[in-house]
C-alpha cells in the first residue's frame, strides 16, 4: 500500500492550495484518513482527519479555513486550504488506516511541502 500526496507549492499569505492523496496498491478497504504537518523542530500535528462515513475534524488552529473531503471510491483524500498563513508552512502528510487484506494497519505519505510566503 502507497500513499501519495502531491499539490504542495509556494503560496502568498491569503491564497489557497488544494492537497490531494491517493492510497494505491493491495487494499480492501480504508478507514480514517487524515492530514498532519510538521515543521523542523516541532511534533507532527493532526490538522484534519475525515472518517469512511464523512465526519469530519480539524485543529483548531485551521478550522473554518481548512475543508477535507474524500472519495471513498478513489480512495482518495483532499485538503482544501483557504487564507492562508504564513503559520501554516510545514511539511504536509497524509495518512490513512488501511487493510489490504492481512488487517488493519496506518499508513503514511511521503510528505508535500506547503510554504506561505510574501
Known amino acids: 500500500v502507497q500513499l501519495q500526496a502531491s499539490g504542495g507549492g509556494l503560496v502568498q499569505p491569503g491564497g489557497s492550495l488544494r492537497l490531494s492523496c491517493v492510497a494505491s496498491?493491495?487494499?480492501?478497504?480504508?478507514?480514517?484518513m487524515a492530514w498532519h504537518r510538521q515543521v523542523p523542530g516541532n511534533l507532527r500535528e493532526l490538522v484534519a482527519g475525515?472518517?469512511?462515513?464523512?465526519?469530519?475534524n480539524y485543529a483548531d488552529s485551521v478550522r473554518g479555513r481548512f475543508t477535507v473531503s474524500r472519495d471513498n471510491a478513489k480512495n482518495t483524500i483532499w485538503l482544501q486550504m483557504n487564507s492562508l498563513k504564513l503559520e501554516d508552512t510545514a511539511v504536509y502528510f497524509c495518512?490513512?488506516?488501511?487493510?489490504?487484506?492481512?488487517?488493519?494497519?496506518?499508513?503514511w505519505g511521503r510528505g508535500t511541502l506547503v510554504t506561505v510566503s510574501s
Open positions: 495518512n490513512a488506516e488501511v487493510n489490504d487484506g492481512q488487517g488493519w494497519d496506518d499508513y
Open positions: 475525515i472518517t469512511n462515513g464523512g465526519s469530519t
Open positions: 496498491g493491495s487494499i480492501t478497504a480504508v478507514s480514517a
